[in-house]
């Protein structure tokens, strides 16, 4: 869990599996603390603890949203994101996407174990590309 003040060390951050807490991707790099990991803290309030490979269907669906995931926003160092990426996403916007039927694969390695109170394992698992 997050310690106050400040990001959860990767050392002691945990998966959805109980294991450590795997990066999720370096290029782009991703995470709320651009750290490549799905790591959270008090200052993440949307959740991006969910580690998935992006696809063009999850990317429309979140851009009709109104989160447009794929124009570049330089002045945020923000690349702009395309399908086959891995992102950290938030735990809420993933499993709304999963209601509507437009859920990206998922990572559990690299998936934080936070996630687990907004989703339940077993819908995570559905999606899971490294089970």
Same mark, same amino acid.
């Given at each position: 869990?997050?310690?106050?003040?400040?990001?959860?060390?990767?050392?002691?951050?945990?998966?959805?599996?109980?294991?450590?807490? @795997?990066?999720? #991707?370096? =290029?782009?790099? /991703?995470?709320?603390?651009?750290? $490549?990991?799905?790591?959270?803290? &008090?200052? %993440?309030?949307?959740?991006?603890?969910?580690?998935?490979?992006?696809?063009?269907?999850?990317?429309?669906?979140? @851009?009709?949203? #109104?989160? =447009?995931?794929? /124009?570049?926003?330089?002045?945020? $160092?923000?690349?702009?994101?395309? &399908?086959? %990426?891995?992102?950290?996403?938030?735990?809420?916007?993933?499993?709304?996407?999963?209601?509507?039927?437009?859920?990206?694969?998922?990572?559990?390695?690299?998936?934080?174990?936070?996630?687990?109170?907004?989703?339940?394992?077993?819908?995570?698992?559905?999606?899971?590309?490294?089970?």
């Amino acid at each position: 869990m997050p310690t106050p003040g400040g990001p959860v060390k990767i050392e002691n951050a945990k998966n959805v599996m109980g294991g450590p807490l @795997a990066v999720c #991707g370096l =290029d782009p790099l /991703t995470g709320f603390y651009r750290d $490549g990991c799905c790591n959270t803290g &008090p200052e %993440d309030l949307g959740a991006h603890t969910i580690c998935a490979e992006l696809t063009a269907e999850f990317l429309a669906y979140t @851009a009709r949203q #109104g989160n =447009d995931l794929t /124009t570049p926003h330089p002045e945020f $160092g923000f690349p702009g994101l395309q &399908p086959g %990426d891995r992102w950290c996403l938030c735990a809420v916007r993933w499993q709304e996407a999963r209601r509507a039927g437009h859920a990206p694969p998922v990572f559990l390695e690299a998936t934080h174990e936070g996630t687990l109170e907004i989703v339940p394992l077993a819908d995570l698992r559905e999606y899971a590309r490294d089970l």
